[in-house]
């Protein structure tokens, strides 16, 4: 168990509520020292171990005695509405500019609606998340456990430490709207580039053959997508259990026929995967190196043989707990030690906090630096493709940092090269819509890493820069002489950040993965389905943006302390680390809806009434939460409903009731309009967003820029989604379209190889840079 009081530790004021929790948890496991003003209140035994393990409280009397806290902190985390923080003054600026400041708000400090509330399902709603889930027949929900507001809260954190890095203290600030429309993957960019928007469909994806199976005792994840491998690999498997049917025709071989066939393929897997028990057939999987998992409960992460052989577990002791503890899920990367016992969350006198020495700011250590952006000076080396990886380098580039990107025709990234995923008809792998977001403020470079020249240009890159991110296969680099010790030895400060699946070492760390299948295995999806029913599956990449927000936040860890290491990152416990307190439920007990409700989706423990209300015009749908009975009081104030004067529990009793004469109100409403008039009431709510909603009809998303817009070559301009942490004095920017394949090869090369034109040229003539 790590002491109470670290000196090398950062300084962490912790005024969180339910906005930004996970931001303070994440903090906790890069061994800050985080201090609470409160004793966790209004949570549950398991929500109150989850959240706030390793952290200490102390009782503050009133503003002076924050003042003199906050004066001691290198970093001031605070969430809440915007009206009510504590932290900022009538002019909007900082209480205490010592420190970076990180405000987490509904909606953001600035624009129409700054003032506007809500929780998850209504920030999920206004961000676009709630439009991608659930059946075509049934309503919208979001993903569970809270992932809109723990995205924010991981967004916050990396806000954090980039003013960290940059030096200077700073106001910094996230819009969880903002932060959820930025993890949607194509929901925004196909009305950008096809004037479309994905629709709800229970968990197929739209632009890969991936969705949820039954087998004889439960549910798998997987599918074909990918690599030829992929498909040959699975159809070979299927041949061998006599399942095959007509795939073993010659037509089916061709991927294009295959994905307009996608029903029938589908039929013949499915028929397939419920003649197995699942545990076998993911078990046999991970041997063929297939994309294939058990759909398991997230009560059982603390049984995972992959997560056990890591460490990726934390116990919990302290008062109220069971003796020995109580073991949870922990944190999704193995840089610097992590946590793996931590104390819960206990009181101690103000003397005790011990924060009034200079201690080990490192935010005091900025010295004269003045950085525009927080990373300027930072190149990093993006060996990455696909998703999860180019979203951290896409996050390091908006905040300043050169990207050095190597591709390859030899080694084709789906979203540049595959025509599912360039969302534009008629566009080329050079105007790729999912590539050109997702790569934007980087430089290309094309480098055939099948040559052995091709891996020694590469190898001589590496002393020129700070940063190396890649998400190969586990052993890939090792074979090119490329593993962590050999890259020291060509610049013994590098980082490494690798992104494998399930990481980079343990009984399963062959497994090939894709977001479905991490999504199984974390426990995610067994809690996809409406009660009673399937699990459904998400049908777009959350986890990779998980994932690659981990990824982010320990890279920046390491550059904070100005330390090289090795960040093997493990998708898997990114995405375990976001499913709450579910670990610990089976045996601390968990918050649970009424049985008498169960069947409904979106309701929740806390708040009647809470859900998705039809609104007018097809498939529309407005999103509603009442926490208190002041709020129920201004609802009914404009709306008839049953239990007028009622409480919580009193409208619990009548939910059903007050669900049906509420979506008859509602139904006959514009869906803005409503939410309007409820936000200006003091109730939570917004339009169920869909990509055009928030690229075209969200007047307060376009107040704040969030959808900036870049010059291509050759889309010519074209938005983008922006950039979520806020930094006052070291803004990020997106100033750089996404390159095209090898645009900037010779460019880079002859910067930091000193590389002539001549043997540029011959390098292209026999296809190194390719």
Request: net charge negative; glycine share 12%; charged share 20%.
């Amino acid at each position: 168990m790590r002491p109470d009081t670290d000196p090398a530790a950062l300084r962490v004021l912790d005024l969180t509520d339910e906005l930004a929790l996970q931001g303070a948890r994440l903090l906790v496991g890069i061994g800050a020292d985080v201090v609470r003003t409160d004793p966790g209140t209004g949570l549950g035994p398991a929500a109150r171990a989850h959240w706030h393990a390793g952290k200490r409280w102390v009782a503050v009397a009133g503003p002076a005695e924050l003042d003199e806290l906050a004066a001691g902190a290198d970093i001031v985390l605070e969430s809440g509405p915007a009206p009510g923080l504590r932290g900022l003054r009538e002019d909007g600026s900082s209480r205490w500019p010592h420190a970076v400041h990180v405000v987490v708000t509904p909606f953001g400090l600035t624009g129409p609606r700054r003032d506007w509330i809500g929780d998850d399902l209504v920030l999920a709603s206004a961000g676009g998340m709630t439009w991608l889930g659930g059946r075509p027949d049934g309503q919208p929900k979001p993903p569970p456990r809270e992932q809109a507001l723990q995205t924010a809260g991981a967004h916050a954190a990396i806000g954090a430490l980039l003013a960290v890095v940059s030096g200077r203290p700073q106001l910094v600030e996230v819009s969880v709207q903002e932060a959820v429309a930025a993890t949607l993957e194509t929901a925004a960019l196909a009305w950008i580039h096809a004037g479309r928007f994905p629709v709800r469909n229970a968990g197929v994806y739209e632009h890969v053959a991936h969705r949820i199976f039954e087998a004889t005792d439960g549910y798998v994840a997987g599918g074909y997508s990918g690599s030829d491998r992929m498909w040959t690999g699975l159809l070979a498997w299927m041949a061998e259990r006599g399942e095959a049917g007509d795939l073993l025709e010659e037509r089916w071989q061709d991927a294009a026929f295959r994905w307009r066939q996608r029903a029938h393929v589908d039929a013949l897997v499915q028929r397939f995967a419920a003649r197995q028990p699942a545990a076998g057939l993911a078990a046999e999987a991970r041997k063929r190196a297939l994309p294939w998992a058990e759909v398991v409960p997230a009560a059982q992460l603390t049984d995972n043989p992959q997560l056990r052989d890591r460490d990726a577990l934390v116990t919990i002791t302290g008062e109220g707990l069971p003796d020995g503890g109580v073991e949870d899920v922990g944190f999704p990367w193995a840089a610097l030690p992590r946590p793996v016992t931590l104390r819960a969350l206990h009181q101690v006198a103000p003397a005790d906090v011990r924060w009034d020495g200079p201690g080990p700011s490192l935010i005091r250590r900025g010295g004269e630096r003045r950085p525009a952006r927080a990373l300027e000076g930072v190149r990093v080396l993006d060996l990455t493709w696909v998703l999860a990886g180019p979203y951290v380098t896409k996050q390091l580039g908006e905040h300043g940092a050169d990207i050095v990107k190597i591709e390859s025709r030899h080694r084709q990234d789906p979203t540049r090269f595959a025509p599912s995923m360039h969302l534009r008809p008629g566009s080329d792998p050079d105007d790729s819509g999912y590539f050109l977001n997702f790569n934007r403020n980087k430089r290309g470079v094309a480098l055939n890493l099948r040559t052995e020249e091709g891996r020694r240009l590469l190898r001589g890159l590496v002393p020129h820069c700070d940063v190396v991110v890649e998400n190969f296969s586990p052993g890939v680099l090792a074979r090119w002489g490329m593993d962590h010790a050999s890259l020291r030895e060509l610049n013994p400060d590098v980082i490494l950040v690798s992104m494998a699946g399930v990481g980079q070492t343990g009984p399963w760390r062959s497994a090939v993965t894709f977001a479905d299948t991490l999504a199984a295995m974390s426990g995610l999806s067994s809690e996809t389905g409406d009660p009673g029913g399937p699990p459904q599956g998400l049908t777009f990449g959350l986890g990779d943006m998980i994932a690659a927000n981990s990824a982010v936040l320990a890279t920046l860890d390491l550059l904070a302390r100005g330390q090289g290491g090795h960040v093997d990152l493990s998708q898997l416990e990114a995405m375990a680390a976001t499913m709450g307190p579910a670990a610990l439920e089976p045996v601390l007990g968990a918050d649970a809806p009424d049985p008498r409700t169960a069947a409904h989706p979106n309701r929740s423990p806390h708040a009647v009434p809470h859900g998705v209300y039809p609104a007018a015009g097809q498939d529309r749908w407005v999103a509603i939460s009442v926490t208190d009975d002041e709020q129920w009081h201004a609802l009914t104030r404009l709306a008839e409903l049953p239990c007028a004067g009622g409480d919580l529990a009193a409208r619990r009793e009548r939910e059903d009731e007050i669900d049906a004469a509420l979506a008859g109100w509602t139904s006959g409403q514009n869906g803005h309009e409503l939410a309007e008039l409820l936000q200006a009431e003091g109730v939570a709510a917004a339009v169920v967003a869909t990509g055009q909603d928030l690229v075209e009809a969200d007047d307060h998303l376009a107040a704040r820029g969030f959808y900036p817009v870049l010059d291509h070559p050759l889309t010519g301009p074209v938005r983008h989604e922006g950039i979520v942490a806020r930094l006052a004095a070291t803004p990020g920017a997106l100033d750089r379209p996404a390159p095209l394949l090898g645009e900037h090869t010779h460019e880079v090369l002859c910067e930091l190889l000193g590389l002539s034109d001549r043997q540029l040229a011959a390098l292209a003539a026999e296809g190194v840079t390719a």
